[in-house]
Structures are given as C-alpha cells and as structure tokens.
C-alpha cells in the first residue's frame, strides 16, 4: 500500500509525507512500546506527538508553515 501512495504522489508531482518510512526507520520494539496501542494500529499520545513533529518538520522543509500560520480570512 505504501509503494502504490509513493508512486502516485511522485507521479502527481504532491508532496508526501511519508510516515511509513518514518516509523520504519526507528527500532520496532520502540514503535511498538512507545507510539501505538497493543492493536498496532492506533496511537498513543507519544505518536500523535511524533507525528505532529514529522509534519511541521516537513511543513517548514516545503515552505508550507508560513502558509498554514498565516490569518488571511476576513
């Protein structure tokens, strides 16, 4: 599933931020003990944190923070 969302991003030229690869590069036991539940697929408190680094980390790599902080309404 995550080889066919690279594909498609690179294909679509869009930014992907790329989780899968993110927790794969840290040890196994310590994204099972620290970031999700016993189910393995929700996230305790420490991966919403994890996560929220990821993208604000990525978001200010692309340019994008300045677009999200920004009060343009009227």
């Known amino acids: 599933y995550a080889d066919l ?3 498609v ?3 679509e030229g ?13 040890p196994r036991h310590r994204v099972q ?3 999700f539940l016993e189910d393995g697929i929700h996230l305790r408190p420490a ?4 996560i929220a680094a990821i993208l ?3 978001f200010e790599e692309e340019g994008l923070l300045p ?3 920004r ?4």
């Open 14 to 26: 869009v930014i992907l931020v790329d989780l899968a690869e993110e927790f794969d590069a840290l």
């Open 33 to 35: 003990a620290e970031y």
């Open 9 to 11: 991003a690179e294909k």
């Open 47 to 50: 991966g919403d944190q994890l």
């Open 71 to 74: 009060d343009d309404r009227p």
């Open 67 to 69: 677009l999200l902080t």
């Open 5 to 7: 969302v690279r594909e």
């Open 56 to 58: 604000q980390r990525r």
